[in-house]
C-alpha cells in the first residue's frame, strides 16, 4: 500500500529519488505513466500488470474510449531503470506533461504512487481540505 507525501528534487538530466520507504515496493519492477488530473503514476510491475490486462480486454475496435485510454496508458509509459541512489530518469515528455521542473511531489495513492509537480499538489491539496467538498465526493462510496 503506497501512503504519505514525499518531496524531491528533479535534477537536469530529469533523474527523480523515490522514497526508500515506496521504492522497497517496487523492487519487482515499476512502471510509470501518465495520469488522471495532470499528474504522473509509479505502478509496481503486479499491479501494472494488473491494469494492463483490464485494458488488453476492453473492446478497443468497437470502443473509442477503449482506444484512448489505451493510447494514453501505454503510449505515455516507461520502464522504471534504477541507479545506485535509488533514482531513475523521467524522459522530458512525461516531466512536460505533469509540469514538472526541479521538485516533485511524490503521494501515495494505495495500488500506486503519483508524481505531482509543487504547485498542482498544493492547490489539488487545498481543494482536499474543503469539508463540504470532501463531504461530497465521500457521499455515495460506501466508505
Not at 519487482?28 to 494488473?50: H, K, N, Q, T, Y
Not at 504547485?119 to 467538498?133: F, I, N, V
Amino acid at each position: 500500500m503506497f501512503t504519505g507525501e514525499y518531496r524531491h528534487s528533479v535534477d537536469a538530466k530529469g533523474r527523480l529519488a523515490v522514497p526508500a520507504k515506496l521504492r522497497a515496493q517496487l523492487e519487482s519492477g515499476a512502471f510509470v505513466s501518465r495520469w488522471m488530473d495532470a499528474c504522473l503514476a509509479i505502478w509496481p510491475r503486479a499491479e501494472w500488470e494488473r491494469l494492463a490486462g483490464k485494458v488488453a480486454a476492453l473492446p478497443t475496435v468497437e470502443n473509442a474510449g477503449a482506444r484512448l485510454a489505451a493510447r494514453f496508458l501505454f503510449g505515455n509509459a516507461v520502464e522504471v531503470v534504477w541507479d545506485a541512489q535509488g533514482r531513475f530518469v523521467l524522459p522530458s515528455y512525461l516531466r512536460e506533461a505533469a509540469g514538472l521542473e526541479s521538485e516533485a511531489v511524490i503521494v501515495g495513492s494505495l495500488d500506486h504512487a503519483e508524481i505531482w509537480a509543487p504547485r498542482a499538489w498544493d492547490a489539488y491539496r487545498k481543494a482536499l481540505d474543503e469539508p463540504d467538498g470532501l463531504a461530497k465526493a465521500f457521499s455515495g462510496l460506501g466508505i
